[in-house]
């Protein structure tokens, strides 16, 4: 079994600014990946980044970079030069592979985002 | 454009009666999924699936019930629909996790647009 914690239910940042959502997680299991989910109003879900466990080198992909903290089982997403179609709910979410290799994603609650212009 | 539909969008059911929400994907996707998001929540995991005629239970799956005669569907029924089943649900399908298909891709689960359910 696996647990995501997100702590922030909503966050505001001012655009063009730096925002940094934060995520915890628990998993027995050794191997897994971490997303980082974004969802508009339209409710249609998007991924925005992942990182493998076995990686230590943080996964970025142009303005969203993560902070990964494996021993403190920690995954912030950092959003750089914030723009008004960041506004969003993000999910963290975590997806453990057991040898049964059947593990499926579990979800944190969600932290709204808004951009104040 | 590949990806999965669900129908219908928009449901308003009463107490008791029973509907099937319908979820298609044309990617070959062995894993497909149902979740429900309740409002200001994230997704609980109704059921899911690892191929055709295979199918288990998630974290919520009470009041529901799937099938999945075929790789490419996986409909969620509802019977004897309840006010806590007001929910919006989506459908979503991966390739098998764990294999480098499953990684590869843009979208590591490709999610529909969602069902909004409202019981009354």
């Known amino acids: 079994a696996q647990t995501v914690t997100q702590s922030q239910p909503e966050m505001s940042v001012q655009e063009a600014e730096t925002v940094t959502l934060s995520c915890t997680y628990d998993t027995s299991e050794s191997d897994y990946y971490l997303f980082w989910y974004k969802q508009p109003p339209s409710r249609q879900m998007i991924l925005v980044i992942r990182?493998?466990?076995?990686?230590?080198q943080n996964a970025t992909e142009n303005r969203f970079s993560v902070n990964f903290q494996k021993a403190a089982k920690s995954f912030s997403l950092k959003i750089s030069d914030s723009q008004l179609g960041d506004a969003a709910m993000y999910f963290c979410?975590?997806?453990?592979?057991?040898?049964?290799?059947?593990?499926?994603?579990?979800f944190g609650t969600g932290t709204r985002l808004t951009i104040i212009p | 454009n590949a990806g999965v539909t669900q129908t219908p969008k928009f449901r308003i059911l009463k107490i008791g009666q029973s509907m099937t929400l319908q979820c298609t994907q044309d990617?070959?996707?062995?894993?497909m999924y149902w979740y429900r998001q309740d409002p200001g929540m994230g997704l609980k995991l109704i059921y899911y699936s690892v191929g055709a005629g295979i199918t288990d239970k998630g974290e919520v799956p009470n009041g529901y019930n799937v099938s999945r005669s075929t790789t490419e569907d996986f409909p969620l029924r509802l019977e004897l629909a309840a006010p806590s089943q007001t929910s919006v649900y989506f459908c979503a399908s991966s390739a098998t996790p764990g294999t480098p298909t499953f990684y590869s891709g843009a979208n590591v689960l490709t999610f529909g647009a969602g069902s909004r359910l409202t019981v009354l």
């Open positions: 990617m070959n996707h062995n894993y």
């Open positions: 979410a975590c997806a453990a592979i057991s040898n049964f290799g059947n593990e499926k994603l579990t």
């Open positions: 990182q493998e466990a076995y990686k230590q």
